[in-house]
């Protein structure tokens, strides 16, 4: 069962950098281990950064938007041999569609839609 969360931070740790899901009324986090590029990405989102040209994230929400589409909410799915699973899932004139993607892009996404986040 999914439960709506929220990004927490972003944080350096001894393995590397983590950003800290944390559902909505709780006090535990799910830390999930990200890329250097991701994570600054993921901050860029947070602190509505306004970049001079488009990053990779930015990129798919404006194709997106030129396909009339748009994030309806993510969804960190499961956790299988110490990887986390998430799925993008778009909304478009003919429906729902859910994509398959990494964790860390679904947040960095999220973070600029503000769209639901799920876990």
């Known amino acids: 069962m999914l439960v709506p969360a ?6 350096k740790a001894e393995q590397g950098n983590a950003v800290l899901i944390r559902p909505v009324d709780s ?3 799910v830390p999930i281990f990200i890329g250097l590029d991701v994570a ?3 901050l860029i989102g947070l602190g509505n950064v306004s970049m001079p040209r488009p990053l990779t994230h930015d990129l798919l929400i404006s194709v997106l938007e030129n ?5 309806s909410r993510i969804e960190i799915t499961e956790l ?21 993607a990494r964790p860390s892009d679904c947040v960095a996404i999220a ?7 799920f876990i």
């Open 6 to 11: 929220e990004v927490w931070t972003v944080a």
């Open 27 to 29: 006090d535990v986090a």
């Open 40 to 42: 600054q990405s993921i």
């Open 67 to 71: 396909l009339e589409a748009q994030i």
């Open 80 to 100: 299988k041999d110490g990887t986390f699973y998430a799925r993008l899932v778009v909304e478009q004139v003919a429906g729902e569609v859910s994509i398959d």
């Open 111 to 117: 973070v600029r839609v503000k769209c639901p986040i």
